[in-house]
């Protein structure tokens, strides 16, 4: 009996696993997914994307200049103090706003009391469980204190938050404003 009841359960968790893995997306459907709703996002927006850095700041309305990572930013404000200044580990606060692909707002601490998110500068920290992301250090080799930014960070850029806790890719939309701490 108990040789019956182990065959039955080896069964039945082989049927689940295979019936689990059929819905599932290959990992190319979701990265095709993840590209179509940042195009859908874009287009809806009136956003267009350029291969070239625009020179004059605030760039032209709309226009989002695309890395070779695949961040997509748009600079609205330089600030001042850039980059090649800034030290390793700097802390900076930053205020955001967040917006998935379908245009709902999932978080955000721009026009609150709540206290700003503090990255260490050229130091992502891949543990933290909200506020840390390659996407903003990125976004910090185009502006300096003070600067302003509009980016759409794909998931491989994005908060590990979110890798960590869903089973697709998804892209955010970000306005962040960056305060050097002394």
């Known amino acids: 009996m108990k040789q019956r009841f182990c065959i039955f359960a080896l069964f039945a968790i ?5 019936y689990s893995c059929s819905d599932s997306e290959t ?25 070239t850095i625009p020179k004059k700041v605030p760039w032209p309305d709309s226009v989002f200049y695309k890395t070779e990572s695949g961040l997509y930013i748009h600079v609205i404000d330089t600030g ?3 980059i090649d200044t800034i030290p390793k580990n700097r802390p900076i606060c930053v205020r ?16 609150s ?8 500068y050229n130091n992502v920290c891949s543990a933290t469980t909200y506020g840390d992301c ?4 990125e976004a910090l080799t185009y ?40």
């Not at 287009?43 to 994307?49: E, F, L, P």
């Not at 390659?134 to 250090?137: D, K, S, T, V």
């Not at 908060?159 to 960056?178: I, K």
């Open 134 to 137: 390659l996407a903003w250090h």
């Open 80 to 82: 001042t103090y850039f």
């Open 27 to 51: 990992y190319a459907e979701q990265l095709a997914a993840e590209k179509a709703s940042i195009s859908a996002f874009m287009k809806s927006r009136g956003y267009t994307v350029t291969s």
């Open 143 to 182: 502006v300096g204190n003070n600067g302003h930014v509009l980016i759409i960070a794909p998931a491989d850029l994005g908060m590990s938050y979110y890798s960590s806790t869903s089973s697709s890719l998804a892209a955010y939309f970000y306005e962040l404003r960056f305060k050097f701490q002394e």
């Open 113 to 120: 009391a709540a206290f700003p998110e503090v990255i260490n």
């Open 14 to 18: 082989l049927a689940g696993a295979f």
């Open 96 to 111: 955001y706003f967040e917006i998935n692909m379908d245009g709902d707002t999932t978080y955000g601490n721009m026009n």
